[in-house]
């Protein structure tokens, strides 16, 4: 359930909220009166989280600067199969697809497609019928497209970028990380209006170096804790200042393993539960 209330919301800490709120009304029943346990927790989670996800919907028209999900740090998966199918639906970027869906059509397809859940249960589960049900996880599939690659780059290509990316901060010097760069690659940074980042996403190789070179390494390189870390399913980045998580970095690549997207956070709300390096949201 927290594995479908966070990929819903796109936030750890409503999803906690959510799952917390579906045992507390399990907790108030008489269990023997209910046929399928699974079932019903799943239904009365997903519900919960579609109310929770059309208020944030409205809310975030008012968010001040770029929007990005909250980052959630895990442990490094048993297998690189493991990794590759957790890093497949909890990556930004394909968090940040799914905003595009409306709340039920999120809940269908992840349930559906990355849940592999049949539409003979997803439906009553969303208080549709069968027919609606597949309506909705065909337009979903339309609307997410072909845009986000699914897959993880190679792990030496994941480990190579977090060097480049350090150097790059620490000295200023960008030509070997500009080598694992796309052209038109996007800097998306999201402070929530409570601390000072950018207010728009920055497009382009040189425009990204710039600011990177420039600004990034003026104000991070004082930052004397680094942590390497798994995050979103992916290797990223975690600064720390007097013990406290401020930043949180994650990254996504193109089809070719080259860096398409790097997603800065520090929005102080977004960074409370980390550091958890024992988190697993399968």
Not at 43 to 71: F, M, N, Q
Not at 94 to 101: A, K
Not at 112 to 129: C, K, M, N, Q, W
Not at 215 to 227: M, N, V
Request: charged share 25%; net charge negative; with cysteine.
């Amino acid at each position: 359930m927290l594995g479908l209330a966070y990929r819903i919301l796109g936030s750890y800490s409503d999803a906690e909220d959510a799952v917390q709120d579906t045992y507390l009304k399990w907790n108030s029943l008489d269990s023997k009166d209910i046929d399928n346990p699974a079932a019903w927790l799943t239904t009365v989670c997903t519900r919960h989280c579609i109310d929770l996800l059309r208020a944030a919907k409205r809310s975030r028209t008012d968010y001040v600067g770029s929007w990005l999900p909250e980052p959630i740090q895990m442990a490094g998966p048993d297998t690189p199969e493991s990794e590759a199918e957790l890093a497949s639906s909890l990556s930004m970027a394909f968090l940040l697809t799914l905003e595009r869906l409306a709340p039920k059509e999120r809940a269908a397809y992840l349930l559906h497609e990355i849940f592999d859940r049949p539409y003979t249960e997803v439906a009553p589960t969303l208080g549709v019928s069968e027919a609606a049900c597949r309506k909705l996880v065909s337009r979903a599939k339309s609307k997410v497209g072909r845009d986000v690659v699914r897959r993880p780059a190679p792990q030496l290509r994941q480990e190579e970028l977090l060097v480049a990316f350090r150097e790059a901060v620490e000295t200023g010097l960008t030509d070997r990380l500009a080598t694992l760069m796309s052209e038109d690659i996007r800097l998306s940074a999201d402070g929530g209006g409570k601390v000072p980042t950018l207010q728009e996403s920055l497009t382009g190789k040189e425009a990204v170096l710039m600011f990177i070179s420039e600004q990034l390494h003026e104000y991070w390189r004082c930052y004397a804790g680094w942590l390497r870390t798994r995050i979103n399913g992916a290797a990223g980045i975690l600064l720390f200042d007097d013990g406290r998580v401020v930043v949180s970095v994650s990254f996504a690549y193109d089809l070719h393993g080259r860096l398409s997207r790097i997603f800065i956070t520090r929005n102080p709300d977004k960074l409370d539960h980390l550091p958890h390096p024992g988190l697993c949201v399968q």
